[in-house]
């Protein structure tokens, strides 16, 4: 069940596409990560989304129904440009913002308050913007953007401006609201982010959607039978040269304790991991044998590297 | 709706809250009133100062005619050549030298007659000096031309038209002025209200821009509604300004003549009989000046007035919002305020000069149709009387133009406010309208 279908949306600026059709599918109850080099198009889709901007062509189905002005309030955004009101109270200012998102003066103070007392910062009500470090303006920030308990959540890059406690923080927060249902987009550069968080993720590339669906089963998907190896031996160069003869190798590092050769082993479609392990053991102690699983970082530069060359050639 | 009631209010308290406005709402009108009394005091002593002038009249015809005013004061020299009497006058620090020289006959005056002074004289005093000397060789010639000085004398009066107009309504001259004096005070004040908080509603967008909130606010509400709010809101403040400055302006002024009042009030008893022929007198224009006022089309006026406030002000504002919309910084704005502020100044310069010319001219009638000129120029003919036929087609071109530039302002501002960085050439403008 997805929350969020977006269908065959297409955009123009005068003769630059910014979005050539695209189609995702958010599930519901996920944290989906909107990736891509920037200028890909993913500002452009979020704005879509939020009704900023009108497609030229195509869809968007939000909770099975078409994106209607109502859908306002059932949206939370936080922008990669972003700002307050730097001459306003900072309560003053979340009252506003809130009561905007179609929230009741009442509701929103005590949802306000609540907040505050948890982000421990409820002594900042009176205090105007311009008084708070950026850091602190990040965080009421982030407050105001899931104060009114939105289905939809869409955070870009919401960890710029924070120290590494606070972006923790936030972070933690993010998954809580998860927990309590909401369904969050969330696009960054950030790609350790990206594995920490994501169950699904998206990848744009010059106004086309180039890769999508559940991260681990892209990651399964982009397995190449490629195992690092490390092997506790005296003589490196004889081992090396002995193993490089049966199978295809090529140099690599990792951490380890233990003295002995490293590398990278591709295993052809024939050749089964476990037959290679009995193999490789008549060398020495095999301390290391783990398969190479693609980084989000991985799948984000091949794909595009991929896609870019397809392209040129 | 709901949008648009917060949008407004947060604007309205923002604005009033600010402390730069709260400090012009109340030093405002103590500068103007500075202002006015420096002026005044200043004119009053240039008019003062008496100029003091010699007259070397060696043709025996003009001497006895200079008498002393409240600013110029004659010495008429005895029969001395030219070069002592310019050394006499440069020697006594004299404002001038009026030198008139021995003629064969009254014509020969044409040329000849020089004033000589350390710099150029003013304008007032050559023109005073050359009437004089005018209504005098005039009189000569025609004694020359044997008229008696008895049909000379009757040659002097001055004629004085009555003004009535066809439907036979009196008119006046004090009548005109006045109507001028409207005209011109509503027609100025809509023209400073569109300047003043014009550019508050620019700089409030520019501010939104800068602060980087605006993509946050527009995910909740419509640009339009938005933009509408910050027109409306700021109005609302600018009006409140406006009341306030009236009131303090209104308490100054009966503050003023009280104190005027008592001033008066203590002079002698043997001034008073001449202060009642002078009181009967200024009763007299009191009462010709409120004739005037109730003659005036004070209705129609009222009710134009605020149509064209609320049409021409809304008509620039919304212009306003978008060219803050579309730049990042207020240093950029120039470019894109010269077409706005061009035609509300010809709109006063055709309203001060046209206008005053020939209220239904050509040049006027044209002015108070073209929207962006209307209100301004309209304001300033009403009093004189328009067709309403000509008042309410003005008035609906002016709304009708207001809805298509809202409409336009709208789309720069939607695309606008989300462009950062570099300023927008025409060109981009225009291609902003098909986003």
Same mark, same amino acid.
């Given at each position: 069940?997805?929350?969020?279908?977006?269908?065959?949306?297409?955009?123009?600026?005068?003769?630059? @596409?910014?979005?050539?059709?695209?189609? !995702?599918?958010v599930?519901?109850?996920?944290?989906?990560?909107?990736?891509?080099p920037?200028?890909?198009?993913?500002?452009?889709?979020?704005?879509?989304?939020?009704?900023?901007?009108?497609?030229?062509q195509?869809?968007?189905?939000?909770?099975?129904?078409?994106?209607?002005?109502?859908?306002?309030?059932?949206?939370?955004?936080?922008?990669?440009?972003?700002?307050?009101y730097?001459?306003?109270?900072?309560?003053?200012?979340? !009252?506003?913002?809130?009561?905007?998102?179609?929230? %009741?003066?009442?509701?929103?103070?005590a949802?306000l308050?609540?907040?505050?007392?948890r982000?421990?910062?409820?002594?900042?009500?009176?205090?105007?913007?311009q008084?708070?470090?950026?850091?602190?303006?990040?965080?009421?920030?982030f407050?105001?953007?899931v104060?009114?308990?939105?289905?939809?959540?869409?955070?870009?890059?919401?960890f710029?401006?924070f120290?590494?406690?606070?972006?923790?923080?936030?972070?933690?927060?993010?998954?809580?609201?998860?927990?309590?249902?909401?369904?969050v987009?969330?696009?960054?550069?950030?790609?350790?982010?990206?594995?920490e968080?994501?169950d699904?993720i998206a990848?744009?590339?010059?106004?086309? @959607?180039?890769?999508?669906?559940?991260?681990?089963?892209?990651?399964?998907?982009?397995?190449?039978?490629?195992?690092?190896?490390?092997?506790?031996?005296?003589?490196?160069?004889?081992v090396?040269?002995?193993?490089?003869?049966?199978?295809?190798?090529?140099?690599?590092?990792? @951490?380890?304790?233990?003295?002995?050769?490293?590398?990278? !082993?591709?295993?052809?479609?024939?050749?089964?991991?476990?037959?290679?392990?009995?193999?490789?053991?008549?060398?020495?102690?095999?301390?290391?044998?783990?398969?190479?699983?693609?980084?989000?970082n991985?799948?984000?530069?091949?794909?595009?590297?991929?896609?870019?060359?397809?392209?040129? %050639? | 709706?709901?949008?648009?009631?917060?949008?407004?209010?947060?604007?309205?308290?923002?604005?009033?809250?600010?402390?730069?406005?709260?400090?012009m709402?109340?030093?405002?009108p103590l500068?103007?009133?500075a202002?006015?009394?420096?002026? /005044?005091?200043?004119?009053s002593?240039?008019?003062d100062?008496?100029?003091?002038?010699k007259?070397?009249?060696?043709?025996?015809?003009?001497?006895?005619?200079?008498?002393?005013?409240?600013?110029?004061?004659?010495?008429?020299?005895?029969?001395?050549?030219?070069?002592?009497?310019?050394?006499?006058?440069?020697?006594?620090?004299?404002?001038?030298?009026?030198?008139?020289?021995?003629?064969?006959?009254?014509?020969?005056?044409?040329?000849g007659?020089?004033?000589y002074?350390?710099?150029?004289?003013?304008?007032?005093?050559?023109?005073?000096?050359?009437?004089?000397?005018?209504?005098q /060789?005039?009189?000569?010639v025609?004694r020359?031309?044997?008229?008696?000085?008895?049909?000379?004398e009757?040659?002097?009066?001055?004629?004085?038209?009555?003004?009535?107009?066809f439907?036979?309504?009196?008119?006046?001259?004090?009548?005109?002025?006045?109507?001028l004096?409207?005209?011109?005070?509503?027609?100025?004040?809509?023209?400073?209200?569109?300047?003043?908080?014009?550019?508050?509603?620019?700089?409030?967008?520019?501010?939104?821009?800068?602060?980087?909130?605006?993509?946050?606010?527009i995910?909740?509400?419509?640009p339009?509604?938005?933009?509408?709010?910050k027109?409306?809101?700021?109005?609302l403040?600018?009006?409140?300004?406006?009341?306030?400055?009236?009131?303090i302006?209104?308490?100054?002024?009966?503050?003023?003549?009280?104190?005027?009042?008592?001033?008066?009030g203590?002079?002698?008893?043997?001034?008073?009989?001449?202060?009642?022929?002078g009181?009967?007198e200024?009763?007299?224009?009191?009462?010709?000046?409120?004739?005037?006022?109730?003659?005036?089309p004070?209705?129609?006026?009222?009710?134009?007035?605020?149509?064209y406030?609320?049409g021409?002000y809304?008509?620039?504002?919304?212009?306003?919002?978008?060219?803050?919309?579309?730049?990042?910084?207020?240093?950029?704005?120039?470019?894109?305020?010269?077409?706005?502020?061009?035609?509300?100044i010809?709109?006063?310069?055709v309203?001060?000069?046209?206008?005053?010319?020939?209220?239904?001219?050509?040049?006027?009638?044209?002015?108070?149709?073209?929207?962006?000129?209307?209100?301004?120029?309209?304001?300033?003919?009403i009093?004189?009387?328009?067709?309403?036929?000509?008042?309410?087609?003005?008035?609906?071109?002016?709304?009708?133009?207001?809805m298509?530039?809202?409409?336009?302002?709208?789309?720069?501002?939607?695309?606008?406010i989300?462009?950062?960085?570099k300023?927008?050439?025409y060109?981009?403008?225009?291609?902003w309208?098909k986003?």
């Amino acid at each position: 069940m997805s929350l969020l279908e977006v269908n065959q949306v297409s955009k123009s600026f005068g003769t630059y @596409k910014a979005l050539d059709q695209v189609s !995702l599918s958010v599930p519901k109850g996920s944290i989906f990560g909107l990736l891509g080099p920037n200028g890909a198009g993913k500002t452009t889709l979020i704005r879509i989304v939020n009704q900023i901007t009108m497609p030229d062509q195509g869809t968007v189905y939000l909770d099975g129904q078409k994106l209607a002005p109502h859908h306002i309030s059932d949206i939370g955004y936080l922008p990669e440009e972003r700002g307050l009101y730097k001459s306003m109270k900072v309560g003053e200012q979340a !009252l506003y913002l809130a009561q905007l998102k179609g929230m %009741s003066k009442s509701e929103a103070k005590a949802q306000l308050k609540m907040w505050f007392e948890r982000l421990e910062i409820g002594h900042w009500w009176d205090k105007k913007i311009q008084e708070l470090s950026k850091g602190m303006a990040q965080k009421i920030q982030f407050v105001v953007t899931v104060l009114h308990r939105p289905k939809l959540l869409i955070f870009d890059e919401p960890f710029s401006g924070f120290d590494p406690i606070n972006a923790q923080i936030i972070q933690r927060e993010i998954l809580r609201l998860k927990d309590e249902g909401a369904t969050v987009i969330f696009s960054t550069h950030r790609m350790e982010s990206v594995e920490e968080l994501c169950d699904h993720i998206a990848l744009v590339h010059k106004s086309k @959607k180039i890769l999508d669906g559940n991260l681990t089963q892209i990651k399964r998907a982009h397995l190449s039978n490629r195992f690092k190896v490390g092997i506790q031996c005296e003589s490196r160069d004889q081992v090396l040269k002995a193993i490089g003869e049966k199978f295809s190798i090529s140099p690599t590092e990792f @951490k380890s304790v233990y003295q002995g050769v490293q590398f990278s !082993l591709q295993l052809s479609d024939q050749d089964t991991p476990n037959a290679a392990l009995t193999e490789l053991s008549r060398f020495g102690m095999v301390y290391h044998f783990v398969a190479e699983v693609p980084s989000a970082n991985d799948l984000f530069v091949q794909t595009i590297a991929q896609n870019s060359t397809s392209e040129d %050639s | 709706m709901k949008h648009l009631g917060l949008i407004i209010t947060r604007e309205y308290l923002n604005k009033i809250r600010n402390k730069s406005f709260v400090v012009m709402t109340f030093l405002s009108p103590l500068l103007m009133a500075a202002l006015i009394s420096i002026v /005044a005091y200043l004119s009053s002593v240039n008019n003062d100062t008496l100029k003091d002038i010699k007259v070397l009249d060696n043709s025996g015809y003009f001497g006895h005619l200079f008498t002393d005013s409240d600013q110029l004061r004659f010495e008429v020299l005895p029969d001395m050549d030219l070069q002592q009497a310019k050394t006499l006058a440069e020697a006594t620090s004299a404002y001038g030298l009026l030198y008139i020289p021995r003629v064969d006959s009254v014509a020969a005056l044409k040329k000849g007659i020089t004033f000589y002074s350390a710099d150029t004289p003013a304008l007032g005093v050559t023109v005073a000096i050359e009437r004089l000397l005018q209504r005098q /060789a005039n009189a000569l010639v025609l004694r020359e031309n044997g008229i008696d000085d008895k049909a000379i004398e009757a040659l002097y009066f001055n004629v004085s038209t009555q003004l009535e107009t066809f439907a036979g309504q009196e008119t006046s001259k004090l009548g005109s002025g006045l109507k001028l004096i409207f005209g011109g005070a509503a027609g100025y004040l809509l023209f400073m209200f569109i300047i003043i908080y014009g550019n508050m509603i620019m700089r409030s967008v520019i501010e939104e821009k800068t602060s980087r909130i605006i993509e946050v606010i527009i995910s909740s509400v419509k640009p339009r509604a938005l933009m509408l709010g910050k027109i409306f809101g700021t109005t609302l403040a600018g009006i409140t300004q406006f009341a306030i400055w009236v009131i303090i302006l209104g308490i100054f002024s009966i503050i003023a003549t009280g104190v005027l009042g008592l001033e008066m009030g203590s002079g002698a008893d043997l001034a008073q009989e001449a202060a009642q022929i002078g009181d009967q007198e200024s009763q007299e224009i009191a009462l010709a000046v409120a004739r005037e006022i109730w003659q005036l089309p004070l209705t129609n006026l009222v009710v134009m007035f605020f149509l064209y406030f609320i049409g021409g002000y809304l008509l620039y504002a919304s212009l306003y919002a978008a060219i803050g919309a579309a730049v990042d910084s207020e240093t950029d704005t120039q470019q894109f305020l010269l077409p706005i502020l061009m035609p509300l100044i010809i709109a006063v310069y055709v309203g001060v000069f046209t206008v005053i010319e020939d209220p239904h001219g050509t040049i006027a009638q044209v002015f108070s149709f073209i929207p962006l000129t209307s209100p301004v120029v309209m304001l300033m003919r009403i009093p004189f009387g328009v067709p309403l036929w000509q008042q309410i087609f003005s008035v609906v071109l002016l709304f009708t133009t207001f809805m298509g530039t809202v409409w336009f302002a709208a789309k720069i501002y939607r695309v606008g406010i989300l462009m950062y960085g570099k300023k927008p050439s025409y060109k981009e403008l225009i291609k902003w309208l098909k986003y």
